[in-house]
């Protein structure tokens, strides 16, 4: 599995746009990325997943750029509710196993 | 609400006790997964069942079985644990457990303290 390092935390005020970035240098053809979100005492949450160019959902958007060994989360006018750790994973597509690695995430704290 | 719970919330036990986590899944899934979450460390797999059978361990230690009955439902049984198996403990599922991009869905978990 394709090793990421990702920020440890990060801070943003309410309303603001929040891009937390991903490298992810070993990424292979048929890997795919892949955030979670953690709130405290929860288990993850599924956010978003993408393979190349950009993707976008009703909570987020993943941008990829052409060489995919980088991946940035956005997350458009954050609120308190958007403090949680948040996990960027790379892994196949049907290799016979499900076996995501989480690493340490990415805390975002949004302050008032 | 995930459609996975998890039973019980928290737990507290001796070292010689004997005690079991319960999952349960209602979306119809047919992988389920356990992971240990210690404090400021990665969530960690210990163990996947697809189809019933279990496809993954990953080194985990005896006192720790697994159980899983159907599609449905996963057990953790836990003897004999050491306080540093203090942890918040997930259940999650996925549709099958055959690709690293299906989504899974996590429980809320269960806190074990070891005493």
């Known amino acids: 599995l394709a090793k990421t390092t990702q920020p440890i935390s990060m801070d943003s005020y309410e309303g603001q746009e929040v891009n937390i970035t991903c490298s992810h240098n070993?990424?292979?053809?048929?890997?795919?990325i892949t955030w979670y979100q953690q709130f405290p005492s929860q288990g993850p949450r599924f956010i978003i997943q993408?393979?190349?160019t950009k993707v976008t959902n009703e909570v987020a958007s993943l941008f990829i750029p052409a060489d995919r060994k980088s991946s940035t989360l956005s997350l458009p006018r954050v609120s308190l509710s958007d403090t949680a750790v948040y996990y960027c994973?790379?892994?196949?597509?049907?290799?016979?196993?499900?076996?995501?690695?989480f690493g340490t995430g990415t805390r975002l704290t949004v302050i008032p | 609400e995930t459609g996975v719970t998890q039973t019980p919330r928290h737990l507290v036990m001796g070292m010689t006790n004997k005690k079991s986590l319960k999952c349960e899944q209602h979306?119809?899934?047919?992988?389920m997964y356990w992971y240990k979450q210690s404090a400021k460390k990665p969530l960690e797999l210990m163990f996947v069942?697809?189809?019933?059978?279990?496809?993954e361990n990953n080194s985990v230690p005896s006192r720790f079985s697994p159980e899983c009955p159907n599609s449905s439902h996963l057990f953790l049984h836990l003897h004999t644990l050491q306080p540093e198996d203090s942890a918040l403990y997930l259940c999650?599922?996925?549709?099958?457990?055959?690709?690293?991009?299906?989504?899974?869905?996590f429980g809320p978990g269960t806190r074990l303290t070891v005493l």
């Open positions: 999650a599922s996925s549709q099958d457990a055959g690709s690293s991009t299906d989504t899974q869905y």
């Open positions: 070993n990424i292979a053809t048929n890997d795919y």
């Open positions: 993408g393979y190349k």
């Open positions: 994973l790379v892994g196949p597509y049907q290799t016979g196993a499900n076996n995501l690695f």
């Open positions: 979306l119809g899934h047919n992988a």
């Open positions: 069942y697809n189809f019933k059978e279990q496809t």
